[in-house]
């Protein structure tokens, strides 16, 4: 079709494109290219150095999954720190969980906060709740000043390049379980089962070595390299896939539901296979 193309190279071969309506906004900030284009296909999209963050067609995937299995987990959570999720879309799920008291967002940099205020109202609106604090920090720093403070922690970070490369090592890690109360639970973006293997291998047991649960899921997100996308969770006490749901807040969501929350963690095989040591 005619028209103006944006595409992403999510892999040295592979890449996605899409036909654009609009460019709505491009900077340079401190620390990345920001822009958001308006597409045919997702809509809105928040891209940064050129590689899609979140979507208005898809997002709920991603934001649904990343928060409200571990919330629903846990038993009266009150606590809750985003690390990186600067579109907001992680916190807006967080607080449709009323015991929820304070949802920290820790974003290091601010313009992505603010263009996603403006160009990402559907996403960005829980940023505007009183129970939220935009703090804007190195998420390593913060997790790491705080200890027993959080009763979940989700890691909502770009890939592991620049700042983020240091949200998907082993010491960071060590700082989430030290940052969790004592019943706490932790919830990382770990990339593609197609094209990040050994990036998952890795991550999962650095996740088991520090948490006595540790629990890989899934979830189809058609915007990220290969559609399906890993999250890896750790756990001080509780197991995900044993969390009795028979009692969870109205959520109003479009893919999480009680069903869900367990078929995530059906592996098939090859991705069990990423995962055995
Ligand atoms: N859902 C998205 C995905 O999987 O592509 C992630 C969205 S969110 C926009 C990612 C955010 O993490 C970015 O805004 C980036 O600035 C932030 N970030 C990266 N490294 C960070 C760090 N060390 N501390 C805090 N925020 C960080």
Known sequence: ????????????????????????????????????????????????????????????????????????????????????????????????????????????????????????????????????????????????????????IIVDSTDPVGPAVGLFAKEFYASVFEALTDEGIFVAQTESPFFEDQLIRRVYKDVKDIFPVAKLMLANIPTYPGGLWTFTMGSKKYDPEQADLSNIPPLNTKYYSPEVHKAAFVLPPFVQDIIKY
């Open 1 to 152: 079709m005619k028209g103006l193309w944006f595409s992403e190279l999510q892999t040295p071969s592979i890449g996605i494109s899409c036909l654009t309506k609009a460019t709505l906004h491009s900077e340079k900030t401190e620390y990345q290219d920001l822009m958001v284009i308006d597409t045919v296909a997702f809509g809105r999209m928040l891209l940064l150095d050129g590689v899609i963050q979140t979507t208005i067609k898809d997002e709920f995937v991603y934001h649904e999954m990343i928060a409200h299995v571990a919330l629903n987990t846990l038993k009266n959570p009150k606590r809750a720190l985003v690390v990186g999720g600067g579109d907001g879309g992680s916190i807006r799920e967080i607080i449709k969980h009323p015991s929820i008291e304070k949802a920290t967002l820790v974003e290091i940099d601010r313009r992505v906060v603010e263009v996603s205020k403006e160009y990402l109202p559907e996403i960005s609106v829980g940023l505007q709740n009183p129970k939220v604090e935009i703090i804007y920090d190195d998420g390593i720093k913060h997790v790491k000043e705080h200890k027993n403070t959080y009763d979940l």
